[in-house]
């Protein structure tokens, strides 16, 4: 007889580690706290924040850490320095980013001590139409292949920001990516895990295999890897700068390789790309300053939640209670009710940004919430019209107090699997997320920014700059900034904890891009371990589905300024990544 697998969440006995045993139809899973305990902090600390008096930098990854610490101790800025680290993780983590994809960033500048936005999302190529999609007879646009394909926006990014806030020639800051791409490098633990995944999906398109395996598979923990076709593009970039990836060979051997694998993106898509400085937007939340850029990103969601969770006194709710998780979990839900519904590019449909982000609006919807039963359907608000209008994150602080959040991504991990020959990237399927219906904001059209889930966020306090940072992981990231904001205000962690902290997931409402169109249910409420089995209890009272996941919950980086001079630094304890300074 086969029953139901359910899931059950338990707190281990003294000595045993997470583990799980399936028997009359019941999986049971240990929730333990981490191996070693600490003496200072909390029992789920994994390590002390970082503290530094001149510069910071916190990636993914501990040789791209050391590369932009070394740009920064060569004269160079923290957005040189966070240049030279986002090209390197498109080689060292292709598993989240690379030349293929998108670049959002918030860079602060001391000089005029202000924020600048910048949204680096490329747009879908001009010859494909909504057309053919009903003709190929498709409800949504695939994942994979040449059809999610838009123009990759990275490296006019790069060439954006280092215009403005540059110090070094950007040939010094490709010059760390280029030359371990000839070198090598050993590939670390969780990125070989996450490229072996991507293998048995991307090796059927054409030049995948080629460039981004070994003998038909991926890198294993440690082994040493090169990618000479990667450093031979970034040599053309770094000798003729960007227009040798938008005007030159690399866009016509592109242009070229989508055509003969039935694809529609073209060499003059690649000419007419151009990113745009936006002004980010913000909500106070008890004193603080969050700032996110406004849609085509959604990044609003956060400061959305933010304002809905605003209204309750979290000095009388404790970390890890049923009401802290149930709050969160239903102020996530109106919020992304209205994501589904408001959120795409602003050339193409009118976001009510300043509507859905007025304190009336979320004390409106705030009275949707029962203290004592999980909604089951959520339903999009009507925001007052006030206005007209898988991925890395990292980030850099240098001496002079400027300081970079920036956020890079593919989608879907390694991308849509369209390998063009010998350039060493993968191009992104970002336009998966249009929705394939006439009349949605976010319905697909050529030329047009899909909405997008990479969002770097940065926290101001009086004025000055309080913090940088980001949480990897599509739907995940607008909850993880929440988290981490919650935890650093509302209860009191210092930043290495935020991150280390266990986390929650809530999966199931209308996604943007069509799909989950539906949450009749309530969705699935996804428990990190670390929650108590007392408090599971009490949400599955409440009528919330809550299960056990490995993840993903995101990835995080922060930098904070410290009170007492120089920085503080964070990194992810879930992925490979490294805070360090100097």
């Not at 320095?81 to 598993?95: H, N, R, V, Y």
């Not at 602060?108 to 202000?114: A, F, G």
């Not at 609006?361 to 705030?366: L, P």
């Not at 993880?480 to 210092?494: A, E, P, S």
């Amino acid at each position: 007889m086969n029953l139901p697998l359910r899931t059950v969440v338990s707190p281990s006995p003294p000595g045993l580690c997470r583990a799980a045993v399936v028997a009359c139809g019941i999986a049971l899973v240990c929730a333990s706290a981490s191996a070693a305990d600490r003496v200072t902090g909390r029992t789920f600390a994994t390590r002390s924040e970082t503290y530094a008096p001149h510069v910071m930098a916190a990636t993914s990854q501990p040789l791209v850490t050391q590369i932009a610490l070394d740009v920064m101790k060569n004269g160079g800025s923290a957005v040189d320095a966070a240049i030279a680290a986002d090209a390197a993780l498109g080689l060292m983590e292709p598993t989240g980013s690379g030349m293929g994809g998108d670049l959002f960033a918030i860079v602060w500048d001391p000089k005029t001590k202000k924020l600048y936005g910048y949204n680096g999302s490329g747009r879908s190529p001009k010859s494909l139409t909504l057309a053919e999609f009903q003709k190929q007879g498709l409800k949504d646009v695939p994942s994979y292949g040449p059809l999610p394909v838009s123009v990759p926006g990275c490296v006019d990014g790069w060439f954006a920001l280092h215009d403005r806030f540059g110090k070094l020639p950007m040939k010094a800051n490709l010059a760390p990516a280029i030359r371990y791409a000839r070198e090598g490098f050993p590939v670390s633990e969780v990125i070989a895990y996450y490229w072996s995944l991507s293998v048995p999906r991307l090796s059927k398109y054409a030049g995948f295999t080629e460039q981004f395996t070994r003998d038909g598979r991926g890198p294993r923990t440690g082994e040493m890897w090169t990618r000479p076709t990667l450093a031979d593009t970034l040599q053309k970039v770094s000798d003729g700068g960007r227009d040798a990836f938008y005007k030159g060979s690399i866009a016509h051997v592109i242009g070229d390789y989508m055509k003969a694998q039935g694809g529609f993106l073209s060499y003059e898509d690649m000419a007419a790309h151009h990113g745009e400085w936006v002004e980010p937007v913000s909500t106070n939340y008890r004193g603080y300053d969050v700032w996110e850029l406004p849609p085509n990103g959604q990044g609003i969601a956060t400061l959305q939640i933010l304002n809905i969770l605003e209204g309750f006194d979290f000095s009388k709710i404790a970390f890890d209670s049923a009401e802290h998780v149930h709050l969160f979990v239903e102020a996530k839900k109106l919020a992304f009710a209205d994501r589904a519904r408001f959120y795409a590019d602003p050339d193409f449909a009118k976001t009510p940004v300043k509507g859905l982000l007025s304190k009336d609006y979320a004390a409106d919807r705030r009275k949707l919430i029962s203290l004592d039963k999980a909604a089951r359907v959520v339903a999009p608000g009507t925001p007052p019209a006030l206005d007209g209008g898988d991925t890395i994150y990292l980030t850099t602080a240098d001496s002079s107090g400027m300081m970079v959040s920036l956020i890079q991504s593919n989608y879907r991990g390694m991308g849509s699997g369209m390998t063009p020959p010998g350039l060493g990237f993968i191009l992104q399927d970002r336009g998966e997320l249009f929705v394939l219906k006439e009349g949605h904001p976010n319905s697909f059209a050529p030329g047009k920014r899909p909405f997008h889930t990479i969002i770097p966020a940065f926290v101001t306090k009086n004025g000055k700059p309080w913090l940088s940072f980001g949480v990897m992981g599509g739907s995940m990231q607008p909850q993880g900034h929440v988290q981490i904001l919650m935890n650093l205000i509302d209860f009191g962690m210092n930043l290495q904890e935020a991150g280390d902290a266990p986390r929650i997931q809530h999966e199931g409402d209308t996604e943007p891009s069509g799909q989950n169109t539906a949450m009749g249910d309530g969705g699935e409420v996804d428990l990190e371990t670390g929650f108590s089995y007392e408090t599971i209890r009490a949400l599955m009272r409440k009528g919330h589905s809550v299960r056990y996941s490995d993840g993903p919950y995101g990835g995080y980086q922060a930098i904070m300024a410290n009170p007492n001079g120089g920085w503080i630094g964070a990194s992810e304890s879930r992925k490979d990544g490294q805070a360090a300074g100097y």
